[in-house]
């Protein structure tokens, strides 16, 4: 049963414009959302996160919006850049301090 | 410094041999983790350490044995694994949650590890 749903497998963006990630969840008792970025043969890293008492995050080009009633959390990343290209993983904080990861979205910014 | 060690980078191993890996942190957080990560898929948590006690253990295989001698270090001991346990192991660490405003996990580059 995936509690944390990334149902797009791939996205394509031309760089300069905006990405756009989406993330849906299951289980209303997740309370802090964060998205990762990794490249090949390395770990995630942190890229933002966002409490459930609030609706939005922003930090550079990166800005994280939550719907709670949606169980709906999108990444947006503007200006998009080559170097962006990766595989972005939404996590969903559960119980203590246990994460649970959706299956990533790969993101391609063509130049 | 928002940097985990890992060490190994790259470990293969015998279906008989005994094995271990060591994470290493200096952020002063008192969680550590290890997750397994599979070529296409997301990070599966294995274990989670919280104040040097283990808190989490996600029915892992007894072959698999964590150990937290202090709160800088991880390590995971192997033993016996079989060819499925070939991924890349994953180790993070975080403050203990509730102890501060956010809650980031930083993750370490990864051991390569393949069992033949």
């Given at each position: 049963?995936?509690?944390?749903?990334?149902?797009?497998?791939?996205?394509?963006v031309q760089?300069?414009?905006?990405?756009?990630?989406?993330?849906?969840?299951?289980?209303?008792?997740?309370?802090?959302?964060?998205?990762?970025?990794?490249?090949p043969a390395?770990?995630?890293?942190?890229?933002?996160?966002?409490?459930?008492?609030?609706?939005?995050?922003?930090?550079?080009?990166?800005?994280?919006?939550?719907?709670?009633?949606?169980?709906?959390?999108?990444?947006?990343?503007?200006?998009?850049?080559?170097?962006?290209?990766?595989?972005?993983?939404?996590?969903?904080?559960e119980y203590?301090?246990?994460?649970?990861?959706?299956?990533?979205?790969?993101?391609?910014?063509?130049? | 410094?928002?940097?985990?060690?890992?060490?190994?980078?790259?470990?293969?191993?015998?279906?008989?041999?005994?094995?271990?890996?060591?994470?290493?942190?200096?952020?002063?957080?008192?969680?550590?983790?290890?997750?397994?990560?599979?070529?296409?898929?997301?990070?599966?948590?294995?274990?989670?350490?919280?104040?040097?006690?283990?808190?989490?253990?996600?029915?892992?295989?007894?072959?698999?044995?964590?150990?937290?001698?202090?709160?800088?270090?991880?390590?995971?001991?192997?033993?016996?694994?079989?060819?499925?346990?070939?991924?890349?192991?994953?180790?993070?660490?975080?403050?203990?949650?509730?102890?501060?405003?956010?809650?980031?996990?930083?993750?370490?580059?990864?051991?390569?590890?393949?069992?033949?």
């Amino acid at each position: 049963d995936q509690q944390v749903k990334q149902n797009s497998p791939s996205l394509s963006v031309q760089e300069g414009r905006i990405s756009i990630l989406n993330c849906d969840y299951t289980n209303s008792m997740f309370d802090y959302f964060l998205w990762y970025k990794k490249y090949p043969a390395e770990g995630p890293t942190f890229l933002i996160s966002i409490s459930s008492i609030k609706d939005k995050n922003e930090d550079g080009r990166f800005t994280v919006f939550l719907n709670k009633s949606a169980k709906h959390l999108s990444l947006h990343i503007v200006p998009s850049q080559p170097g962006d290209s990766a595989v972005y993983f939404c996590a969903a904080k559960e119980y203590g301090n246990k994460l649970v990861f959706g299956a990533g979205t790969i993101l391609r910014v063509k130049s | 410094d928002t940097e985990v060690t890992q060490t190994p980078k790259h470990l293969v191993m015998g279906m008989t041999n005994k094995k271990s890996l060591k994470c290493e942190q200096h952020m002063g957080h008192r969680a550590m983790y290890w997750y397994k990560q599979k070529a296409k898929k997301p990070p599966e948590l294995m274990f989670v350490y919280s104040y040097e006690k283990l808190s989490i253990n996600e029915s892992v295989p007894s072959r698999f044995s964590p150990e937290c001698p202090n709160s800088s270090l991880l390590n995971l001991h192997l033993h016996a694994l079989q060819p499925e346990d070939s991924a890349l192991y994953l180790c993070a660490s975080s403050q203990v949650w509730g102890l501060a405003e956010t809650y980031e996990q930083y993750f370490g580059p990864g051991t390569r590890l393949t069992v033949t």
